[in-house]
């Protein structure tokens, strides 16, 4: 059972982490975002933002691990957003793959394609 003062202290670290994110701090925001989900592990928004921050950071493995968990949690009301946030890191790794074997044929690397998704991903806010 998460208590009221968990879902708060919850949502005052998850605001710390999107002020964060929104300065392109995302290690910091990862930080904070993982605290969020310490403390109300029920609310997939906190792993959801958290796989963002690590998606924007570049640690595609572990943002698909986080996305993927956010998907399992029980209060998972993230739908389409929760969805995409475990596509976009899986796709980052490969296009990053493929940019290292052909590098004269690939003009955008992993981290940049996964900066680029983490942008335009600003519109599904909820």
Sequence with gaps: ????DDEAMADALKERGNTAFRTHRYQLAAKF??????????????RSNLAAALLASGNYRAAAQE???GL?????????????RVGRPFLSL????????FPLQSSVSGRE???????AGKNLKS
């Design 94 to 101: 490969v296009l990053g793959t493929c940019a290292r074997a």
């Design 113 to 119: 394609l996964g900066a680029s998704l983490v942008r």
């Design 1 to 4: 059972c998460v208590c009221v």
């Design 67 to 69: 996305a993927t968990a």
């Design 33 to 46: 975002y993982t605290k969020a989900a310490e403390t109300s592990p029920d609310q997939a928004v906190h």
């Design 72 to 84: 399992q949690c029980d209060q998972c009301s993230d739908g389409i957003r929760g969805k995409l």
